[in-house]
């Protein structure tokens, strides 16, 4: 029975769960979002929270300790540079989690991790995005209507011109 044990496998064997994070954690720090599944993204916010608060440290060990989890270097300079100093006030909660809906392939749960109140962090849940596509395509829909019947017009009567220059050019040839 696993009473009280914390934490998910995700079918994984030890090694592989730590290289899993330590590879989410450090693609987080360094895009300031990534796009993974559900149970992923909850599972490493916990690692990825943990590492911002040893960047707030920002003592010797503390970068050692980064540098022994994340082991990419940039990674944790990114991490002690740029990220930690936006937090030095907030007491925790770095990092979100939104669902974004299944995956197609295989109706996986998925979800974007994310830095709060990062700068260059962009919004990317999906059904934002479609609804925005949605609502300027719209207005795109009734130009484009009113513009077609001019086309016609036009069509029309560039079409009785360039015959009746024909007309003229066959009469001229056969006198």
């Known amino acids: 029975m696993r009473h009280n044990v914390r934490g998910r496998k995700l079918n994984r064997t030890a090694s592989h769960r730590r290289a899993l994070f330590s590879n989410l954690t450090a693609q987080l720090f360094e895009h300031k979002q990534i796009v993974t599944t559900l149970p992923k993204a909850k599972e490493a916010r916990k690692f990825a929270e943990k590492m911002i608060t040893l960047g707030k440290k920002g003592d010797l060990n503390s970068l050692r300790q980064a540098l022994k989890f994340l082991r990419l270097k940039q990674a944790v300079f990114t991490l002690f540079n740029d990220i930690a100093p936006n937090y030095k006030k907030r007491p925790g909660g770095y990092t979100r989690v939104l669902k974004l809906g299944l995956r197609k392939g295989d109706a996986a749960e998925t979800a974007v991790l994310q830095l709060v109140e990062y ?10 995005k479609k609804v925005e596509a949605a609502e300027e395509k719209k207005p795109k829909e009734s130009e484009v209507k009113e513009d077609k019947p001019a086309k016609k017009e036009k069509k029309s009567s560039e079409k009785t011109e360039a015959v009746k220059k024909d007309k003229k050019e066959k009469t001229a040839e056969v006198s």
């Not at 700068?119 to 934002?128: I, L």
Request: avoid cysteine; glycine fraction near 0%.
């Open 119 to 128: 700068d260059d962090a962009t919004e990317v849940p999906a059904k934002t």
